[in-house]
């Protein structure tokens, strides 16, 4: 029972570089989102889908872009990595806008750092 | 985008002491209440979820009451072990397919 997988697990990027990050989940969930951890900042929307092949800005989205062309898979990506994207990135998945008490499953975290 | 606030942002406590912190959130299109831990290195797991005015949720020695109206939850914990020891946060979830969570209360138990 896998869950939500995220890959990599670590990064090291130079600036300008660009990277994708994978979200894979395995629970036939519709819902999935990309957030950023930083210190005394909380967990950070930014983007979500609501399906397959839909994508949505969060409270974040500058300088990332995001692809959900699979039910299973959401994709982040840095087109031109900078110091300030460096974070701890997080996937999640749910059934919540089906049902609201139901809560997100979240993967282990993909820590990135932009030099 | 919803405000959501949560207080103390920070709390150190020692084994055995109760303690509690708030959530404060808009009260306008609310649908549910959710609570979750955070331990340092590891991803939030899911607490505690309550939709109902005066709900109030228990496991073991946490416990969460809800008050939709005036837009705050809080969250107590009896008796603090060092195995609390976490960054708890809220999300109030309004509409949209999405939780937008409040900056946490980081908790710390010493022994």
Redesign the interface.
Same mark, same amino acid.
């Not at chain 1, 005394?40 to 929307?45: P, V």
């Not at chain 1, 609201?100 to 997100?104: A, D, I, L, Q, W």
């Not at chain 1, 979240?106 to 975290?109: A, E, L, P, V, Y």
């Given at each position: 029972n896998a869950g939500v997988t995220q890959t990599p697990k670590f990064r090291v990027l130079k600036t300008g570089q660009s990277m994708t990050l994978l979200c894979a989940q395995d629970m036939n969930h519709? !819902?999935m &989102?990309w !957030?950023r951890q930083d210190p005394?900042?909380?967990?950070?929307?930014i983007h &979500?889908s609501?399906g397959e092949g839909t994508t949505a800005k969060?409270?974040v989205p500058d300088g990332y872009n995001v692809s959900r062309l699979k039910k299973q898979n959401f994709l982040l990506g840095l087109e031109s990595a900078a110091p300030s994207q460096t974070s701890v990135y997080?996937c999640a998945s749910s059934r919540?806008?089906e049902d609201?008490? &139901?809560? &997100?499953t979240?993967?282990?975290?993909t820590r990135l750092t932009v030099v | 985008i919803l405000n959501v606030e949560q207080s103390p942002q920070s709390l150190h406590v020692q084994e055995g002491d109760s303690t509690n912190f708030t959530c404060s959130f808009p009260s306008s299109n609310f649908y549910a209440l959710h609570w979750y831990r955070w331990e340092t290195a590891k991803s939030p797991e899911a607490l505690f979820v309550m939709t109902l005015n005066g709900d109030e949720k228990k496991k073991g020695r946490i416990s969460a009451t809800l008050n939709t109206k005036e837009g705050y939850s809080y969250l107590y914990i009896k008796g603090s072990q060092p195995e609390d020891s976490a960054t708890y946060l809220c999300a109030p979830y309004n509409q949209g397919g999405k939780l937008i969570f409040g900056q946490g209360t980081e908790l710390s138990v010493k022994p």
């Open positions: 519709e !819902y &989102y !957030y005394g900042m909380g967990l950070r929307l &979500y609501v969060g409270e997080f919540i806008g609201p008490t &139901y809560g &997100y979240f993967g282990s975290g | -």
